[in-house]
């Protein structure tokens, strides 16, 4: 996949207040501090995309991107670019705010996990120099129960060793199966060295042709 352009759209503090659901969307979640915006933006290959910030839980409503991209097979030419949505949302374990602020938060969260119907997929971010934490694998399960379709990008993989990385990233699977039958699919990555961009890439846009093909099949 070839990214053409990448926009901010608009930034919405509930489900219904975001864009008409009109083409395939992609959200990504994590921890505070998993390195959300620097995956975007290394993603999108565009720096200023996403706000990065030192201060986690900046990330405060549901964030839309419009983007346009080429299949790797027809870049530019006479060829019209795919068009959809990245969604930014607010990180779970919050950052220090109120109880109140952070039930407001989850319920926007949830609503927008459960009731969006364009949503192809959720990027849950796990930081891979760490042990599998409980958190993670609350949230993931939880995405179980709502059957979200998600998968897992393992972030900041530069940071710490390969050796390090590969066994964070096998302890964290071999959590998940103790309670799923199936893992879903994922990525190890890296944004400062690009890591993990041409198969999330490649990801997204088989997702785009599925969603396609499935629209046309409807329009029958």
């Avoid at 992609?26 to 501090?33: E, K, L, V």
């Avoid at 949503?119 to 129960?145: A, M, Y």
Wanted: hydrophobic share 35%; net charge positive.
């Amino acid at each position: 996949m070839i990214i053409q352009s990448a926009t901010y759209l608009i930034s919405s503090p509930d489900y219904t207040k975001c864009p008409k659901p009109d083409r395939p969307e992609y959200a990504f979640i994590g921890r505070s501090n998993v390195g959300k915006s620097s995956l975007i933006n290394m993603l999108v290959d565009n720096q200023k995309l996403a706000k990065t910030s030192s201060a986690p839980g900046k990330t405060q409503l549901i964030n839309h991107f419009d983007i346009k991209s080429y299949p790797q097979a027809h870049a530019g030419g006479s060829v019209k670019p795919d068009a959809w949505y990245l969604v930014d949302l607010p990180g779970y374990g919050f950052a220090k705010v109120s109880q109140s602020q952070r039930k407001q938060w989850e319920q926007m969260i949830e609503n927008y996990l459960r009731k969006r119907e364009n949503l192809i997929s959720v990027f849950v971010l796990i930081d891979s120099r760490h042990n599998p934490q409980k958190l993670d694998l609350e949230f993931i399960d939880r995405l179980g129960e709502w059957q979200v379709p998600f998968c897992l990008a393992f972030t900041k993989a530069d940071k710490e060793t390969q050796k390090i990385v590969s066994k964070n990233v096998k302890d964290f699977l071999d959590a998940m199966r103790k309670t799923w039958q199936f893992l879903p699919q994922s990525f190890v990555t890296s944004a400062e060295k690009k890591m993990g961009r041409d198969k999330m890439l490649q990801f997204i846009e088989t997702c785009n042709i599925e969603a396609e093909q499935a629209g046309n099949n409807n329009n029958d």
